[in-house]
């Protein structure tokens, strides 16, 4: 049973660029949840896609948008890159919307922008 | 607004020790409360989740206690070993319709053979 895939595992940027990053939910999930991760800091949700559709939006800037496709997976945006967007970006996804079912991880993506 | 704390940061303790490592809320009005493992450099490993109804869990060497009135929440961990080190998160789901977890900083462990 796959887990969450995230991809790429790192990737370098610099200031001004763009960024896509990928998730493939675990198998049977069909909501998924964005966190960020700064060094030594515990993650901050940027937001949550069920059924195609942004549910839910923590304290991020519009330079942040995402994407879910039918088949689940979803994509993470970043416009206009920024120094302290460095950081592990992680991806959670679970069953269902709108309940307290468990949350599952995958490995991340290390974002560095010079 | 929620706010998780954990405390201490960072504890050292030599191979065999059982341990305890707390984390606390500032609101109680929480659906849930789940901890995760992370290992450097990678992504959080659910240990244990408890929901608001429950007063703990347990797997294996690890048993978490909620205590929701006093917005506390502990992981026990028996008989530790080196295996065990690596940075141990809290987080609850708010009440309220949010879907997200908030999260605690993180307290690093170092088991020592």
């Known amino acids: 049973d796959a887990g969450v895939t995230q991809s790429p595992t790192h990737l370098i940027k610099t200031r001004g660029q763009q960024v896509t990053l990928r998730c493939s939910p675990k198998?049977?999930?069909?909501?998924v949840s964005w966190y960020q991760q700064a060094l030594g800091q515990g993650p901050q949700f940027i937001f949550q896609?069920?059924?195609?559709?942004?549910?839910q939006r923590g304290n991020f800037p519009d330079r942040f948008s995402g994407h879910q496709f039918p088949n689940y997976s979803s994509e993470l945006n970043v416009n206009a890159l920024l120094l302290g967007d460095s950081a592990l970006y992680l991806c959670?996804?679970?069953?269902?919307?709108?309940?307290?079912?468990?949350?599952?991880f995958g490995e991340g993506s290390r974002l560095t922008v010079l | 607004k929620q706010e998780v704390t954990q405390i201490p940061a960072a504890l050292s303790v030599p191979e065999g020790e059982n341990l305890v490592l707390n984390c606390s809320f500032t609101d109680s009005a929480i659906y849930n409360l789940q901890w995760f493992r992370q290992d450097p450099g990678k992504g959080l490993t659910s240990l244990l989740l408890?929901?608001?109804?429950?007063r703990e869990q347990t797997s294996g060497r690890l048993n978490a206690s909620l205590d929701k009135s006093s917005g506390r929440s502990t992981l026990y961990i028996a008989a530790s070993q080196p295996g065990d080190s690596a940075t141990y998160l809290c987080a609850v789901q708010d009440q309220g319709g949010s879907e997200k977890l908030v999260f605690g900083k993180g307290m690093k462990l170092t088991v020592n053979p």
């Open positions: 959670a996804t679970k069953v269902g919307w709108g309940n307290t079912g468990e949350l599952f």
């Open positions: 408890i929901q608001s109804s429950q």
């Open positions: 896609y069920y059924e195609e559709e942004e549910r």
């Open positions: 198998s049977g999930h069909d909501t």
